[in-house]
């Protein structure tokens, strides 16, 4: 009996074994979710992701809270796309959907702007001027710590070229306020900034943006302004001034403002504007006798509008003839009243 007992405790020990080994074999199984490792690469705005051998892209996007959605189609493996004029302080969520054999794969990355609410430098704005020169100013978060440090990085959109800052400007104490840079005119028509802050006391969020730079460039005056005047008219001529880049006459604008010489009453300022297809180069009549007046000009891009500074005042004509006129009178005066005098005593 010993073995008999021996063997039927071992049959009851494996038959519940038995059982469950055949229980987990029908219970499906858990497919693994293949992942697409999705990245982002801040400078170059470039989203990229894993790609097998069965990998075969779809589309991919960006979603802000400013733009609402953006989407690209992607062509037969393609394993990444770039986003040149995303701004990214608003936190962004990417999206990569791809086929990864039979199955559709839908992955998600959120890029983060990390630190402290009000900390980002504030008030933000450029300003190109001289065609070459460039000057950036911001303010320093309202959140911000005393100890917070800013830098401005640029990013050619163009070239994809990088700099930093070469001559910060600074507050009252050390902070970084504000940058000036030479050699804007070597930039594409667009740019990207970044205002990265640090501080060791608190996380500071950065500041970014895109930037068209026909629209925070400021022309010079027009150069070399001659005006020459006859007995009828006057003829108004200058250069065009120093532009970053070129544009047509067609493109030009410039504002006159005809004055006499000293006065600041608005009734003696004539503003005029002149299309730049007038091949620099204005008449306007101005019959003798001229009292004194001064011309200044300045530039815009037609379609902007955004006014240069006004060049120094230009004199024509002359004062001249108010002391002969003067003098002329006077003379007349003097003979009629001899006259009245000679006729009063050869009546007597």
């Not at 890029?111 to 001289?130: E, R």
């Amino acid at each position: 009996m010993g073995p008999l007992v021996s063997a039927a405790l071992v049959l009851t020990l494996l038959d519940p074994a038995f059982l469950l080994t055949q229980d987990s074999r029908d219970l499906p199984t858990v497919e693994r979710v293949p992942s697409l490792s999705v990245r982002f690469d801040p400078w170059r705005m470039n989203l990229t992701w894993d790609c097998g051998e069965n990998t075969t892209s779809i589309q991919c996007g960006m979603t802000t809270r400013k733009k609402g959605p953006v989407t690209m189609r992607l062509k037969e493996n393609q394993c990444h796309c770039t986003f040149p004029r995303a701004v990214l302080r608003g936190a962004p969520n990417f999206t990569v959907t791809a086929n990864i054999g039979p199955r559709q794969v839908t992955q998600r990355l959120s890029y983060s702007n990390p630190g402290g609410q009000g900390t980002a430098a504030q008030n933000v704005s450029c300003l190109i001027y001289m065609a070459d020169f460039m000057n950036c100013t911001w303010d320093k978060g309202p959140a911000a710590p005393d100890n917070v440090q800013y830098s401005l990085h640029i990013r050619d959109l163009r070239s994809g070229s990088r700099r930093e800052c070469p001559r910060y400007l600074g507050d009252t104490g050390t902070t970084h306020v504000g940058c000036h840079l030479q050699g804007a005119s070597a930039f594409g028509s667009e740019i990207y900034i970044l205002v990265n802050g640090t501080s060791p006391s608190a996380g500071i969020q950065f500041f970014d943006d895109t930037l068209m730079l026909k629209k925070i460039e400021i022309y010079d005056p027009p150069d070399n302004i001659t005006i020459e005047c006859n007995a009828s008219h006057c003829v108004l001529q200058w250069d065009t001034p120093r532009i970053r880049v070129f544009l047509s006459n067609w493109e030009l604008q410039y504002q006159l403002d005809i004055h006499r010489q000293n006065s600041m009453q608005p009734s003696d300022h004539q503003l005029v504007d002149i299309s730049g297809a007038w091949r620099n180069t204005y008449v306007f009549q101005k019959p003798l006798p001229r009292a004194k007046h001064a011309v200044r000009m300045r530039a815009a891009d037609s379609r902007l509008l955004q006014w240069g500074p006004w060049s120094q005042p230009v004199e024509f004509g002359s004062g001249e003839w108010l002391s002969g006129a003067f003098f002329i009178s006077m003379v007349i005066l003097g003979t009629l009243a001899c006259v009245l005098i000679f006729l009063y005593l050869f009546n007597r």
